[in-house]
C-alpha cells in the first residue's frame, strides 16, 4: 500500500498541488492520512488525532475557537479517527492500538510526543510499502522559530527505512534537510562535489575550498535559534 500522510506545516500545499495535477488523490496514493484538523479540510481514509478529546472540549470552553471548531466535525466524523481515549459523542474515533504497533516495531520505549510520529509508527504496523510525507516541517529558512517534534518524527521515519519502506518527504520541508541542497546535508565535504550514483557508488570531485567567511556564515546560520 502506497499513502500520504499529510500534517499541518506549510509544505502540506505541495500535497494538494500534486494531487490536483494528479486529476484526484487515488490517481498517487492508495490512502491519504491527515493529522488534526486537516480532518476538516482535506478528503481523507483516516484521521490522527491523539488529544484528548476530553481535554479539547476544556480547551474549548476556556474560549479556544479553533478547538471548538474542531470538534464539532469531529463529532460528526464517521471515522476512523485513532485517538489516545474514546469518548462518548464521538462516534468515529477508534482506540489507537499502542500495544499492537510497540509490539510490531520491537520497541517498548514510549517515544512519542506529536500525532505525527504515531501515524508513521501505525503506517509501519500495518506494514505500507511505501510513504510519502507532507506539511511535517519544524524548522523553517531564514526563521529562528521552530516547533517541537522533528526528532521523534525523523526517529520514526529511520524505523520506517530500516523496514523496507520507501519514504518521501516534501521537497519544501526542513524535514530531513530534505528543503537543502546534497552538499548541504553531507557535513565535512567542503574540498569536493559528491555524487552518489543509485548503486550506491561513490564520487568525489575536487572543487574549490570556501572561504573562512563563507564557513563561519553557514555555522552561524547552523546555529541560529
Not at 516495531?105 to 511505501?130: C, H, M, Q, S, W
Not at 523553517?140 to 526528532?151: K, W
Not at 521537497?171 to 557535513?187: F, K, N, P, V
Amino acid at each position: 500500500m502506497k499513502i500520504a500522510i499529510v500534517a499541518l506545516g506549510a509544505s502540506y500545499t505541495q500535497y494538494t498541488d500534486a494531487v490536483k495535477l494528479a486529476g484526484g488523490r487515488h490517481a498517487l496514493y492508495d490512502e491519504t492520512w491527515v493529522i488534526n484538523a486537516l480532518g476538516g479540510v482535506l478528503q481523507h481514509d483516516r484521521v490522527f488525532h491523539m488529544d484528548d478529546v476530553a481535554v479539547q472540549e476544556r480547551r474549548a470552553e476556556a474560549k479556544n475557537p479553533h478547538i471548538a471548531r474542531m470538534l464539532d466535525w469531529l463529532r460528526k466524523h464517521p471515522g476512523p479517527v485513532y485517538t489516545s481515549v474514546v469518548r462518548d459523542g464521538y462516534p468515529g474515533l477508534v482506540a489507537y492500538p499502542l500495544a499492537d504497533v510497540l509490539k510490531a516495531v520491537g520497541d517498548t520505549r514510549p517515544y512519542f510526543n506529536n500525532t505525527t510520529a504515531y501515524a508513521i509508527a501505525f503506517a509501519i504496523y500495518l506494514g505500507v510499502k511505501e510513504m510519502a510525507l507532507y506539511g511535517m516541517d519544524y524548522t523553517y529558512p531564514n526563521r529562528a522559530f521552530a516547533e517541537e517534534g522533528r526528532a521523534c518524527v525523523e526517529y520514526w521515519i529511520g524505523q520506517a527505512v530500516a523496514r523496507g519502506i520507501r519514504v518521501r518527504v516534501a521537497s519544501r520541508s526542513a524535514l530531513l534537510d530534505t528543503c537543502r541542497s546534497d552538499a548541504e546535508r553531507l557535513y565535512g565535504y567542503d574540498g569536493v562535489k559528491v555524487e552518489i550514483k543509485p548503486d550506491y557508488t561513490v564520487n568525489m570531485t575536487p572543487k574549490e575550498l570556501p572561504t573562512a567567511q563563507e564557513i563561519e556564515a553557514r555555522y552561524a546560520l547552523m546555529h541560529k535559534g
